[in-house]
């Protein structure tokens, strides 16, 4: 309207400014061009007032829309939440909101030897999984782990194993403290021993697919029990824990006896520290002492059938470790070395009974060792390349059954003098921290007279939140 105005004034001024001998006919051209110009300002103005309240309508139809729908959501959120409540009124619940992860494992396996019949010459077997795995395709141990903190001062973890043959058995369930002060800490429950370097670690952390011949051996591939532990960490610039468990020795070298106590125990120390700002270092000694009753094994006597024997007695084992981390700078995301060891001393007294004699039985005493190297290097981002050697002495074994001459060497071949010996080497590839492919190639001599050649192709998979893995 304003803009018309304007243009009357304008024009009028034109008139006004004719001289008044102008011709009728011109004037009235004038007054037609004018009306027009009027004409013509009042319409564009006029479609712009419309154009402006129909976008206003829109906008305000909008907002209209949005706030029924946010009071809509709203009222449904207080109906459910008053249903809820209503339900749940004989109770009061407490949020649940565990950190949860899967671990995913496989293989393809090419075995020379019958894993079936795969064994370690001169060590008494053990009742854990120590075969190599089966041949072709193989889905390995996969776990689901369950943890949260239960309260300020204590958290809950639990780990069920998958077992490849559809089983699943609880590896781990265990509660641990936070924060006891002074250094202390507290762990019960079932879980992996703290013994050693590799022991407490899960099979995925590995930088192998399967365990040092030493773990198999003597231990069983790990060992874990179902007990408390006890640490203390030192308040020194040093890295320096001590530890002690106690437990009832359910697995290798224990027998699970039927008794109330204590059937098993381990102490442990640790010490480590960095040496400038591109390596890092920790060494440990280890003791773990189990009384068995009744620890049975099967064996092939000189007739060829099989026969049952068991031991009772004493199981003293010592455990030597050592590790050294290298990363330039620090920064282990390019290149970086991991050297580590173990060695195992242990010695074994009791009493040895055997059905190849109807159930007789003797004193029986071995004094055994056995020990493993290794090291994984990183030479590019995601690719690393590992050596490993392993080696156990057989040592002196004294079987009173055959001492006596009640039996012979050759009811207890198991038993033989052997000193086994395996040499491995891997290649794994990591796109990320939750992914893992590895190619793995090992010579194992074992058994007498049995060399195998393994191949292994493994996968590992890390679904959801991971607890950060121990130095």
């Known amino acids: 309207m304003h ?11 034109v008139l006004a400014s004719l001289p008044a001998q102008a011709a009728d006919n011109d004037l009235k051209a004038l007054r037609e061009e004018i009306a027009q110009m009027r004409q013509a300002y009042e319409q564009r103005i006029n479609a712009l007032e419309a154009r402006l309240i129909k976008a206003e309508s829109k906008t305000d139809n909008a907002d209209n829309a949005q706030t029924v729908a946010q009071q809509t959501a709203v009222q449904q959120n ?9 339900a749940a009124a004989p109770t009061q619940s407490n949020s649940f909101n565990p950190e949860m992860s899967m671990i995913l494992q496989g293989s393809y396996n090419n075995l020379k030897q019958d894993p079936n019949a795969y064994q370690i010459t001169g060590f008494v077997p053990t009742l854990g999984e120590v075969s190599p795995g089966a041949r ?3 889905l390995g141990e996969s776990e689901l782990v369950l943890s949260a903190n239960i309260d300020p001062n204590w958290r809950g973890t639990a780990i069920l194993a998958l077992a490849p043959e559809g089983g699943v058995e609880m590896e781990n369930a265990y509660f641990e403290s936070l924060g006891l002060g002074n250094g202390f800490s507290v762990k019960g429950g079932r879980f992996f021993s703290s013994i050693g370097y590799l022991n407490q670690q899960h099979s995925h952390a590995w930088d192998f697919a399967d365990a040092p011949l030493a773990y198999k051996a003597f231990l069983g591939n790990q060992l874990g029990d179902d007990g408390v532990q006890v640490r203390w960490l030192a308040p020194t610039d040093l890295f320096l824990e001590f530890g002690a468990e106690v437990g009832r020795g359910r697995t290798f070298p224990g027998a699970d006896n039927n008794k109330n106590g204590v059937s098993q125990g381990a102490v442990f120390a640790h010490l480590g520290g960095d040496v400038g700002i591109s390596n890092a270092w920790r060494v440990g000694l280890s003791w773990l002492g189990s009384s068995p009753k009744d620890r049975s094994f099967d064996d092939t006597d000189s007739t060829g059938a099989t026969a049952s024997n ?5 199981s003293r084992m010592w455990i030597a470790d050592g590790v050294w981390k290298w990363s330039p700078n620090g920064n282990s995301t390019v290149h970086n070395f991991k050297l580590q060891g173990e060695y195992f001393k242990r010695r074994e007294d009791g009493t040895l009974a055997s059905s190849a004699c109807g159930a007789c039985a003797a004193d029986y005493n071995s004094d055994q060792s056995g020990w493993y190297v290794q090291g994984a290097y990183q030479f590019m981002p995601h690719w690393r390349v590992g050596l490993r050697h392993d080696a156990l002495k057989s040592g002196t074994v004294a079987i009173g059954l055959v001492n006596s001459g009640m039996l012979g060497f050759a ?7 052997h000193d086994p010996k395996r040499n491995t080497a ?14 793995q190639f090992a010579r194992d001599d074992s058994g007498i007279g049995a060399t195998d050649n393994q ?8 679904l959801g939140a991971h607890g950060a893995h121990a130095f």
């Open 3 to 13: 803009r018309a105005s304007l243009s009357m004034l304008a024009a009028c001024g």
């Open 78 to 86: 207080s109906d459910q939440q008053n249903t809820v409540q209503q």
């Open 136 to 138: 072709g395709f193989s």
């Open 310 to 314: 068991s031991f009772s007695g004493k």
């Open 411 to 417: 009811d207890f071949p198991q038993l033989a003098a």
């Open 426 to 439: 891997m290649l794994d590839y990591s796109p990320s921290e939750f992914t893992r492919f590895r190619l």
């Open 455 to 462: 191949l292994f192709l493994q996968y590992i998979f890390s």
